[in-house]
């Protein structure tokens, strides 16, 4: 699994699955910190893979800081976290391989071409055989045991179709045709997977998520969209033991076949998602400073403002992302893991001018007026989520919502008083 010492890894852009990777550059590890060589086609047409930090110049370029293991906080962003990390470790362990002795190039060769946004990786040293068919209800069973420590029986299809994944609850990549028919599209040939459809997340709970976490984020997603906020495609799929599975088209794939590059926010600053290190006023700068969008800094805001009252506190730097078009433009990816949480310690991971908890319409209105937010575009806003929040009753009951009714309930309630 280890690559041999001094061979360079090859970091390609597949954006289109019908021909080869453009050329990005080359990786290795030395004195852990990652070296990374851009090619000359990216430094020739000035392409910004990464739009704050590494521009493409001739030379070597290092990582900034050991934060993510000594990698560049773009190319940390390919690697799984916590649930995809947990499959890779089990998988590597049953094949006699300890994860904790490969280097974090060594870990980006495990990811190769499944990784999420558009940047892929050569050599590619894990592979997986192919699967015929697909039960979300088994592989959601399975996605328990495995959390609890547990040998499961298909494990190995869970690792195949989530070990990449980002986030912490178990999930799996699948493709969804126009009858709703479900297959493992991510290694299938381009031409079977224009058949199979277009590609989706399907989220399961995790250990300490309420049994109705798939009807309450499709009821966050309905409420987003009624909101103002940009979400990609969501749906439940009925289960037979218990409430529906959360899936959400991939961004990331916007049609079979073709991919985007992508970067979150932790990633293009820099910052670790593990501890709140950026606030909603850096996430303002750095959203001008990589799309040169007001509209897309506005959108932003918008997010904040829902996240605030919707009392959705788990928003660190991982939960924003930004996107990449063939010119090499940028722009604010769709809004994703909007859902009711507490956060640590009952604060949001991302503050308002400073307040984490009890976050009131006086510091939302001195954020904007540093962004340049027209108090009658806030108003706006703030009016545009709550009248999107005050339907939560009936996006809940639609969706299925159960055992978290009251509590979201009592929660919307508590955070619009405390708002003011």
């Excluded at 060594?106 to 071409?113: F, I, K, S």
């Excluded at 040939?189 to 224009?194: F, G, L, S, T, Y």
Aim: hydrophobic share 40%.
């Amino acid at each position: 699994m280890k690559l041999a010492p001094g061979t360079p890894m090859a970091v390609g852009l597949l954006t289109d699955e019908t021909v080869a990777p453009r050329s990005v550059g080359r990786l290795a590890m030395a004195r852990g910190l990652a070296q990374l060589e851009w090619s000359a086609e990216i430094i020739t047409e000035g392409l910004p893979i990464s739009p704050l930090h590494y521009p493409a110049e001739p030379g070597l370029h290092p990582a900034r800081s050991r934060t993510f293991e000594g990698l560049h906080g773009f190319l940390s962003d390919c690697l799984p976290d916590a649930w995809g990390m947990l499959l890779l470790k089990r998988r590597l362990q049953r094949m006699g391989h300890r994860f904790e002795d490969l280097n974090a190039v060594d870990r980006l060769a495990l990811v190769g071409t499944k990784g999420r946004g558009a940047l892929v990786f050569h050599p590619e040293t894990l592979g997986f055989e192919a699967s015929a068919s697909i039960d979300l209800d088994a592989l959601a069973d399975e996605s328990r045991h495995v959390l609890l420590g547990e040998e499961t029986e298909l494990e190995d299809l869970l690792a195949r179709l989530g070990g990449c994944s980002g986030g912490a609850r178990p999930k799996v990549n699948v493709a969804i045709d126009a009858d709703g028919k479900l297959s493992t599209g991510d290694e299938q040939a381009v031409a079977a997977k224009r058949s199979a459809g277009e590609e989706w997340i399907v989220k399961f709970a995790a250990t300490n998520d309420p049994a109705d976490i798939g009807p309450l984020e499709e009821a966050y997603a309905r409420m987003a969209r009624s909101a103002g906020i940009d979400m990609a495609e969501t749906r439940l799929i009925p289960s037979a033991t218990g409430p529906g599975h959360f899936a959400t088209r991939r961004f990331d794939r916007p049609v079979p076949g073709k991919r985007l590059h992508m970067i979150s926010l932790g990633g293009v600053l820099e910052a670790s998602p593990h501890m709140p290190s950026v606030d909603y006023d850096g996430f303002l700068k750095a959203t001008l400073a990589i799309t040169h969008s007001m509209a897309d800094v506005e959108q932003a805001f918008r997010r904040m403002v829902f996240n605030v009252l919707a009392r959705n506190r788990d928003d660190h730097v991982r939960q924003h992302a930004y996107l990449m078009d063939s010119r090499g433009d940028w722009r604010l990816a769709p809004a994703f893991d909007l859902t009711f949480s507490n956060g640590p310690g009952g604060e949001h991971y991302m503050a308002v001018v400073g307040e984490g908890r009890t976050i009131t319409r006086e510091h939302v209105d001195k954020l904007a007026k540093a962004h340049g937010v027209s108090p009658k575009r806030v108003a706006a806003v703030i009016d545009d989520v709550r009248a999107a929040l005050a339907e939560w009753p009936s996006h809940a009951r639609d969706a299925g919502v159960g055992i978290s009714m009251a509590t979201v309930s009592q929660g919307l309630a508590s955070v619009a008083q405390e708002f003011g």
